[in-house]
């Protein structure tokens, strides 16, 4: 029978290594940040150092345990480099998307394939470079970050949509490949978050609140609000969760329409 002891010690990320690309700002921030917070070393990986680096320092300093790596998820190179760099992986979290907002037929070929390539092939060099290595040690917790619009989309949002369905696709295929060797392989949709993504959202005010009324809550998410679930998601809490999409919204899918009727 289990003890409390057991049941408290469910967040506990004590002697585990997590490796946050994104983590210079927004959600992977604030990821690696909580994983550290529960006792996990974590490795803040960011295309830029600079960012890397201050997440990492923000980390030391409060006590955790954090160092800083630079790496492009655009070239596949890099994060193979990245990765050979590592002794043992026990958690990654995969956060870096960029956007278009345009129709789409006024997408052009360079503009598709630059947010495919970030969104999509990115996240697919990360999950199949840290699934290999989890895979020889038979233990480990991928975290990728979808979206609210692998579920819904709206106008100018197709080509993102497409990437954020395609990456829960590829963390539902991945999970059922590395579940018999207790690999488990999540994907996070976040609702609408303000993040340096959404800021051009934010300029405008008449957009950045009808986006706050859709949810039920009635506001935008912090980046903060979105470790919980990278937490729970890296640690034994979701022992027996693989192959799910863990919908961090604030009620966005849930509500149906733009309109409240009268009660």
């Not at 996990?40 to 150092?49: H, S």
């Not at 300093?61 to 990245?82: F, I, K, P, Y």
Request: proline share 4%; aromatic share 6%.
């Amino acid at each position: 029978m289990s003890t409390l002891a057991t049941y408290k010690n469910l967040f506990d990320l004590s002697g585990k290594r997590a490796l946050v690309i994104g983590a210079g700002s927004g959600i992977g921030r604030a990821a690696a940040l909580g994983l550290a917070a529960h006792g996990a070393e974590v490795i803040c990986a960011d295309l830029k150092q600079d960012s890397a680096s201050a997440s990492a320092n923000a980390i030391s300093e409060q006590g955790g345990m954090a160092s800083s790596a630079v790496v492009d998820l655009n070239r596949e190179q890099t994060v193979s480099e990245l990765f050979d760099k590592l002794n043992s992986l026990d958690v990654l979290v995969c956060t870096p998307s960029i956007n278009v907002r345009k129709p789409l037929l006024e997408v052009t070929a360079e503009e598709f394939d630059r947010v495919v390539g970030l969104n999509l092939r990115g996240s697919f060099f990360a999950m199949r470079a840290a699934g290999q290595q989890m895979q020889k040690q038979r233990s480990g917790s991928i975290i990728l970050f979808s979206s609210i619009r692998s579920q819904v989309v709206e106008p100018g949002q197709g080509v993102y949509a497409a990437t954020k369905a395609g990456t829960l696709q590829m963390v539902k295929a991945l999970a059922a490949e590395l579940g018999p060797v207790g690999v488990r392989v999540n994907a996070i949709a976040p609702g609408v978050v303000e993040t340096p993504l959404t800021e051009p959202i934010k300029s405008q005010p008449d957009w950045y609140q009808a986006y706050a009324d859709k949810s039920a809550l009635g506001r935008w998410s912090q980046p903060s609000e979105l470790a919980g679930a990278v937490v729970y998601l890296a640690s034994e809490a979701a022992s027996f969760v693989t192959g799910s999409l863990l919908v961090v919204d604030g009620g966005w899918t849930a509500i149906d329409g733009r309109f409240s009727p009268p009660l």
